[in-house]
């Protein structure tokens, strides 16, 4: 089978004119996720508005991922995302950064049936709008998603995403893939795996492992670093080297000149474009990479740019 592939949010990478640009460019992907929506000092960034823009969003399949400590700020959140017109909502229950989870957000939620109790209740209030729910094992301990699982099992849930490290962990160590089956065995809510998905080869491996008893996965790194990588896999064919980089100049160049349109100054609009190239090293191999990131100027990054070539990179899953 082949799975149905969700763009995970990273804060930074995935804003609307990356999902826009992407989705026109490579397609694939079946929903994006926004980088959270969260309070600060009581009210919504203006940063996260900015990226709920409808005007923006419109023909791409975007999900706002919200990440609240409790039911008071679940309300808020909620409430700002459905004024834009939005009926889909992810719950961040996941994050594993102390700045959010010392305040009980993110993948703090799973070690207090507490809070994640009001959260399902705004859940329950919210009639109109199609839930669902990304989350870690656990903040210290990776079997800690069994004392929450009962609250998760009883919200009315599209589907619950899961990756398989607890939050002391970030994105580094071992996958607790034991803890995971346990998880997907006693989950009543379709289950999308995220974690450490890297390449074809990666996706292959869960579709043996796992089968039918997923219902998708959510990549996000392996989509920076390959961006392509959904379409192929829906496709079952990989594209040759002259497309890809064909198309990965397209989506530098459209950024390239929404960054322009937004930021005045040369220095910051290459500090801020170049943030394309952060996971692609492996794609493009050392040399290139590091020549893109050491340009000092606009005109020296641009020439390397137009120098890019996919030959060097490594051939696994290419």
């Known amino acids: 089978m082949t799975y149905p592939i969700h763009f995970a949010p990273l ?6 004119a990356y999902r826009r640009t992407h989705h026109a460019l490579f397609g694939g992907v079946a929903q994006y996720y926004t980088p959270f929506v969260r ?4 009210t919504v960034r203006t940063k996260d508005l900015r990226d ?20 008071e700020e679940m309300e808020q959140v909620v409430a700002v995302v459905k004024d834009r017109g939005y009926r889909r909502i992810d719950i961040n229950a996941g994050c594993p950064f102390p700045l959010q ?23 329950r209030r919210h009639t109109d709008v199609a839930f669902s729910l990304k989350m870690r094992l656990g903040m210290e301990s990776a079997d800690e998603w069994r004392q929450v699982m009962p609250v998760v099992n009883a ?4 589907h619950v995403t899961v990756h398989p490290r607890v939050a002391k962990q970030q994105y580094k ?8 089956e346990a998880l997907l065995s006693c989950s009543s809510h379709p289950v999308i795996y995220n974690g450490e998905v890297h390449g074809l080869s990666d996706l292959q491996s869960l579709e043996k492992t796992y089968g039918d008893r997923l219902s998708g996965v959510m990549v996000g790194r392996g989509l920076l670093a390959q961006p392509w990588l959904a379409a192929e896999y829906a496709s079952g064919a990989k594209w040759p080297a002259a497309e890809r980089l064909r198309l990965l100049r397209a989506l530098h ?22 943030t394309l190239w952060d996971y692609l090293e492996p794609t493009l191999g050392r040399k290139q990479w590091k020549r893109l990131m050491k340009a000092g100027n606009m005109k020296n990054y641009l020439a390397a740019v137009a120098d890019l070539r996919l030959s060097t990179a490594p051939q696994a899953d290419f």
């Open 11 to 16: 804060q930074g990478y995935t804003e609307d």
């Open 39 to 42: 309070l600060e000092h009581g």
């Open 52 to 71: 709920l823009r409808p005007e923006y969003n419109e023909g791409v399949p975007v999900v706002p991922q919200v990440i609240a400590n409790g039911g």
């Open 101 to 123: 989870t010392r305040h009980g957000r993110g993948a703090a939620l799973t070690a207090s049936p507490e809070r994640m109790e009001q959260i399902a209740s705004v859940v």
């Open 155 to 158: 919200m009315p849930l599209v």
């Open 173 to 180: 160590g071992e996958l607790h893939l034991s803890q995971f």
């Open 253 to 274: 160049t459209e950024l390239l000149a929404h960054y322009e349109r937004l930021i005045p100054g040369e220095a910051q609009r290459l500090q801020k474009v170049r």
